[in-house]
Structures are given as C-alpha cells and as structure tokens.
C-alpha cells in the first residue's frame, strides 16, 4: 500500500507540474493538457489524462450558456478523483466479480479496487493514464481530437497489448461523437471501453437531476445483486418496475422505490434494444430547455444518478451532492468474461473492438 501511495504521488507532482507548462500545441503533446473543440457557442474541453471530458458548453432555452458536465477545475485534482468525473475506462469497465476471470484455461487476477471485485480497468486503468494526443484540430468545420494509449501485458492484471484510440469529434450543430476502438495485437484479451461523464442540463452544481425527464430505449434489464454485479445472470423486462423509463419520466419519480447495493438510486444495467448504431437515451431539462440524446452502437447501458455524491468540490466553487449528476454508460455486458451465457467481450489477436457514441444536443 505504501509503494502505491508513494507512485500515486509522483504521478500527481508529474501531472501538476506538466500542466502548468502544457498548452494544446504540437510542441506539448507528449504532456498533459486541456485541449478545446470549439463550433459557435459551443464547447467542449477534454485533457488526455484519461483522455477525459472535462467541460460541455451549449446555451439553454433563453441563450444562457452552462456548462453540463461534473468535473474539476485542474487536471491536478483528477488524480485523486474516485468519482470518475468524466474519463474513459477501461481495458474492462464496470466491475469484474473477485477481480478474476478464466480465459483459454487460465485464470488472471486484477486489483480490486471495489471491495472484492474489481471497478473500470483496476487500480489506474485507462482513466488515470496519460494518453497521447495524434490529432488535433480545435476549430473550423469539424473539430476533433484523437488519443492513443498502449495498454502493455500484464497491466492490470490482463494478458497482451492493446491499442486503444479515442476521438471526440463536433460532427455537427450541436453534436458530438465519440469513438472509441481498441486491437489486441499479441494475445485474447477481454475489452469493454466506456464514458463515464456525469450529466446536469441545468447546468453543473444547479442542484439534482430528479426533475430531469428521461426516456430510454430499453424493455429489459440485466438483474445485479447487492455488489451491482449479474451474479445470477437473469435477464427480466423492466414493465411493471420502477426501471422502466420506456415513455418519458422524471428520474426523481420512482427513485425511492429502487435500491442499488445499499444506497437509494439507480445504478442498473438496461439491454438497449435493437442493434447496431440506434437510439439509446434522451434527458431533459424542463427549467433551461436543455435536452440531449445518445446514440451508440453497444449493447447495453449503465444508468448511474451519482449515489455516492456527497459533498464533492467541484468546478467554479461548485459543490456536488447525491443526485447532482447521472450517467448514461453504453458498454458491452457487465461482467461477461465470468457468464459464458452473455456476449463475448473477448478479442483474439487482430481483431478490433468498435464502440461508438453520439450525443446530439438541443434546447
């Protein structure tokens, strides 16, 4: 535990001290920065320390600009940041029963950093990574970025190297993708990547989200037990429960009514239906107007409403309590490199894992 602390310290000094000398040109790419995209009034400020969303910025019904994501004010303040304020995770994300898994007969332990199962990638995993900047381009028709990290043997626990890419892109007014890809060069290797951004339309530190209207392209859930984990590996329909988000409604409404491990709120796996490239979710925001919709190509979905919020410094003097934010997670099945009975999240030398993400924003 010592020579954990110890490294987690010299990876906050590094960090600090990079990002005081770090701007988004070419000759800082190799450090870490905040980079902009930028199209008319709006915004979006990512950093490649866990090639992060860092900032989202459009107007709200009256032209009022805010800024919807929860995060921090410095890259600094991320590396001790267990909330995964707006990072991509990975190589697995979300949790990995006993942090162990069997692959071609041979068992891999990760670190457990959620109780005994592992959470998002382990101990540093993609989001507490420094990724590389490929391209960049902040303005013009399309602005985009694109990161890069080799995820080596044996990091994590997990066998082979791995090439993951990740692209923000303002693919139009008010839109934007993000892509995510990842090749096992060497050996099979299971691979899940995920966003975990907190969303708040009426902008960040407004207050809670249970007065957000949310619809979702789901009719049946994956039933997690009290780790949040599908232990059973039962699939039901959300009819008649206080899951089921088919026609709009508050978030608020029936959140009582539902327990996550051992708090109230929803942190629940829906199977989105349909396949390929399809609607997923659409939230709103009837105080500002400020509505968005996601897109993705994945086949299931992690509904968090920030549980553990709980009186988190934020952005701007912000303070984040429970329900101040929730995510909309679109990833592979949770936990499937322990259920035969779900889809394979598993890669052989060569082939490539494709998960991609659009968000189309209104007001």
């Not at 949040?228 to 409404?253: Q, Y």
Request: hydrophobic share 35%; with cysteine.
């Amino acid at each position: 535990m010592a020579r954990r602390e110890l490294l987690l310290a010299l990876l906050c000094g590094l960090i600090a001290a990079s990002a005081q000398l770090a701007t988004a040109g070419a000759g800082a790419r190799k450090m870490v920065g905040v980079y902009e995209l930028r199209k008319g009034d709006f915004s979006v400020k990512v950093t490649n320390f866990g090639a992060r969303v860092m900032s989202i910025v459009f107007p709200d019904s009256k032209g009022n600009l805010a800024d919807v994501v929860l995060g921090m004010d410095t890259i600094a303040e991320y590396v001790n940041d267990a909330s995964y304020f707006g990072p991509i995770t990975g190589r697995i994300a979300q949790r990995v029963a006993r942090g162990r898994f069997v692959l071609d007969g041979k068992v891999y332990h990760m670190y457990k950093n959620d109780g005994n199962n592992t959470i998002h990638g382990g101990g540093r995993g993609f989001s507490k990574s420094i990724w590389t900047v490929k391209e960049y381009v902040g303005g013009g028709d399309s602005p985009y970025i694109t990161f890069y990290y080799r995820s080596f043997d044996g990091e994590e626990g997990l066998p082979g190297n791995v090439d993951a890419y990740v692209t923000y892109r303002m693919s139009g007014p008010y839109t934007l993708g993000v892509h995510m890809n990842g090749t096992a060069l060497d050996k099979a290797t299971p691979v899940n990547f995920l966003l975990h951004a907190y969303w708040n339309l009426g902008g960040h530190g407004s207050g809670d989200v249970l007065g957000h209207t949310l619809r979702l392209h789901a009719s049946r859930h994956a039933v997690l037990d009290e780790e949040l984990l599908p232990s059973s590996g039962r699939i039901e329909p959300v009819a008649g429960t206080p899951l089921d988000f088919r026609t709009p409604v508050a978030i608020g409404a029936r959140i009582r009514r539902v327990t996550s491990g051992k708090v109230i709120g929803y942190d629940t796996n829906y199977i989105i239906d349909g396949e390929g490239m399809r609607p997923v979710a659409h939230a709103r925001d009837g105080a500002s107007g400020r509505a968005l919709e996601l897109w993705a190509n994945q086949p299931t979905m992690q509904l968090y409403t920030g549980n553990y919020l709980n009186h988190i410094k934020g952005k701007d003097g912000k303070v984040y309590e429970k329900h101040g934010g929730f995510c909309l997670e679109t990833m592979g099945y949770v936990d499937a490199v322990n259920h035969p009975e779900f889809p394979s999240q598993t890669l052989r030398p060569g082939q490539v894992y494709k998960h991609d993400m659009v968000f189309k924003f209104s007001f």
